[in-house]
């Protein structure tokens, strides 16, 4: 018998190599360069002044010399980065809890048979289908301390108006409330498709049993969305953790960088005021790495209590 040598694998799987070549030959200059580049950018003192640009005719060539970790170094020693990974952690825990139970509960809800089921899912999964820039300009507008549709029945009702996107606090509360409008379409979706892959077998004899509702839920349900809900879990703290839209468009990470996630405070450091490519860089890869120290994390904890195959 010959020896399955690489060549002759290369050989066999061909036609894999082929599908798969596009793929990673995109992904290598829409994520790899980017993120090599970063790396780079992250050990230097690049900034708006001293990197290289065209002015006309005129071509400056570039200054900016390597230093190292001293971005890493600064970005630890500033309180501020601090205050806004603590908001950052509460605003994804927050999100990411009221998607889960949001979801699930409207899943429950929608695996019943109940009349005009097809058109009850077609408008919870609006908010998801509709571009979230969309729906953040449109909540922006139903904020509006002076104009908008939420302090307008406040006022009909003879109650004061919210400053929603004024106040610190409401501020907070007002891009939580939007955020979660916004997934909780897409945790009810998946977790809909896992709860109609469990065995109806299994409440019959349960409830033969006598086991009541909440029995059910506890030792069928929860247990048989296990690998549905982590993935839906890991996947909803990343998107939460990055999510740039909600907090830009609503608030602008104000009032007074009240709402600033890590995210939003990389995007200025780069692109407003004075330009500072590399600390911006070096924001993006602790985010990075905050990311998947919390992915690395969670899938060991799910391992050690045995819920995580493969």
């Not at 600064?74 to 990411?96: E, H, K, N, P, S």
């Not at 509360?173 to 939007?178: A, E, K």
């Not at 990075?288 to 209590?305: G, P, T």
Request: aromatic fraction near 12%.
């Amino acid at each position: 018998m010959r020896p399955f040598t690489r060549k002759r694998w290369t050989s066999a799987h061909w036609y894999a190599w082929t599908m798969v070549a596009p793929v990673a030959i995109v992904m290598g200059v829409l994520v790899g360069y980017p993120l090599v580049r970063g790396v780079y950018l992250s050990l230097t003192d690049a900034n708006e002044a001293n990197v290289g640009r065209t002015i006309g005719m005129n071509e400056i060539p570039a200054t900016y010399s390597f230093v190292g970790l001293d971005n890493y170094l600064q970005i630890m020693q500033d309180d501020t980065f601090w205050l806004r990974l603590g908001w950052t952690a509460l605003w994804t825990l927050a999100c990411v809890f009221l998607h889960v139970s949001i979801g699930l509960g409207l899943a429950m809800l929608l695996n019943r048979r109940v009349r005009f089921r097809g058109v009850y899912r077609m408008l919870l999964v609006l908010p998801w289908a509709a571009p979230a820039f969309v729906s953040t300009f449109i909540w922006r507008y139903l904020l509006n301390h002076d104009f908008g549709l939420a302090n307008g029945m406040l006022r009909a009702a003879g109650l004061p108006a919210v400053n929603w996107l004024d106040d610190p606090t409401m501020a907070k509360i007002s891009v939580i409330t939007v955020n979660v409008w916004l997934g909780v379409a897409f945790n009810m979706v998946a977790l809909l498709g896992g709860l109609q892959s469990i065995p109806g077998e299994l409440y019959e004899a349960s409830r033969v049993d006598g086991a009541s509702a909440w029995q059910q839920f506890r030792n069928i349900t929860l247990p048989m969305l296990r690998p549905v809900s982590q993935t839906v879990i890991l996947i909803g703290t990343i998107w939460t953790f990055n999510q740039f839209p909600v907090i830009f468009l609503l608030t602008r990470g104000g009032p007074d960088s009240a709402t600033e996630i890590l995210v939003t405070a990389a995007y200025r450091d780069a692109f407003t005021g004075i330009r500072d490519y590399s600390g911006a860089a070096a924001n993006g890869l602790v985010i990075l790495a905050l990311l998947v120290i919390m992915a690395w994390a969670y899938r060991r904890s799910l391992r050690k209590h045995g819920e995580v195959w493969g």
